[in-house]
């Protein structure tokens, strides 16, 4: 049996993560000292916390509980400060929620099993009164006011939307993820409907192969690919290939607006820490409008939750357009390929992380 000290958060969508992830980062350059309990950690809201807990029952609970329950909104209304521990020179500046019923349900119906793991480390029972929060950075006092008066400057309250569960060995040691139940639409406050990223289910391969073909024919039409002198090309794969690549246990996600699925991109582990991309898509009617760049943070996000620091990509070298996006968002090109097969050579790139 293996008993750890865990913790479950709540990962949020990539709105949220961003807008977070850009608050740590401030903080972090004000910072004369980065305290590695705030640093490492993504941006979430933390669920439950458990000391001498079997970590497999855990990770059951955890998924038939995600399972069952849907993705929700939450909105960050303002940034807080803990009070200070006596004898501590430390302080945790934070992003607080508004009041939610909904969050204090979904934590609420969560401790209904194993709360007796929730002593003095489990800080989260819910017998006692909780106060959900986002850690934005643990700083020294004496960095304090500087930092609360810079991110107070920038800070525009914000909607999040908590997609998934995800369970870690303390300190910062990823086990696992869970999505959570998707909601059909998620819009802004005038109804229209914002683009989410979920990941895909077996029924929705067909749908995933048809963005897939309609994205990359643009390619194929670009460079005169066709079935004859490129059969291999992703603009003509079968379904059988997003089956086998489901089996295999890819990571799979597709891009939502609304009920429309618009994008699509999936990871395969290629060693402990390093991840190869494949086949990011939007379909060409919603392209330049940061679809893209949604999809390709998702990726970078996922590969860090999951422990790797590395993305490789493989890309059509003349596709100069295409090369160029990819090194404005932080990947290195890394060599070429000719191979006797492809009437195009191949372009490598790699994005890491560390």
């Known amino acids: ?20 992830s850009d608050m740590k980062q401030i903080a972090h350059s004000l910072q004369h000292r980065l305290y590695a309990n705030s640093s490492d950690w993504p941006p979430h809201v933390t669920i439950a916390a458990y000391e001498g807990m079997d970590e497999k029952e855990l990770c059951n609970y955890t998924s038939e509980f995600a399972a069952t329950h849907s993705a929700f909104d939450i909105t960050f209304q303002e940034l807080r400060i803990f009070p200070r521990a006596v004898g501590l020179e430390t302080e ?11 969050l204090s349900a979904f934590h609420r119906k969560f401790h209904a099993r ?8 489990g800080r989260q029972s819910a017998k006692a009164d909780y106060t959900f929060h986002s850690t934005i950075t643990i700083c020294h006092t004496d960095d304090t006011c500087v930092i609360m008066d810079e991110l107070r400057r920038q800070f525009v309250p914000f909607t999040a939307y908590i997609t998934a569960l995800e369970i870690y060995r303390n300190p910062c040691q990823f086990v696992a993820r869970f999505e959570l139940k998707r909601k059909s639409e998620k819009s802004d406050s ?5 683009p989410i990223i979920f990941e895909v289910e077996q029924n929705e391969l067909q749908e995933c192969l048809d963005v897939i ?6 390619v194929a039409d670009q460079f005169g690919l066709t079935k004859k002198n490129c059969p291999k090309h ?4 079968p379904l059988s290939f997003l089956e086998t690549q489901k089996d295999w246990g890819w990571n799979m996600y597709a891009l939502y607006a609304g009920k429309i699925m618009i994008g699509y991109m999936s990871l395969s582990k290629e060693s402990e ?10 379909l060409p009617e919603y392209r330049h409008n940061g679809f893209g760049k949604l999809l390709l943070d998702h990726a970078k996000d996922v590969v860090k939750s999951l422990g790797g620091h590395v993305i490789k990509i493989g890309i059509i070298e003349e596709s100069t357009v295409l090369k160029n996006w990819y090194i ?10 000719k191979f006797d097969h492809l009437p195009f050579t191949s372009g490598y790139l790699e994005w890491r992380g560390d």
């Open 1 to 20: 049996m293996n008993k750890n000290k865990l913790v479950v958060i709540a990962r949020l969508d990539h709105v949220g993560n961003q807008t977070l």
């Open 92 to 102: 945790v500046i934070y992003a607080s929620p508004a009041p939610s019923a909904t």
């Open 114 to 121: 194993y709360d007796e793991y929730c002593g003095d480390y």
């Open 190 to 194: 005038s109804g229209v409907p914002l």
């Open 213 to 218: 073909h309609q994205s990359f024919q643009t």
């Open 234 to 237: 992703t603009s003509f794969i």
């Open 273 to 282: 820490n390093s991840f190869e991309l494949h086949n990011l898509a939007v």
């Open 328 to 337: 404005a968002n932080g990947f290195v090109h890394t060599g070429t390929k």
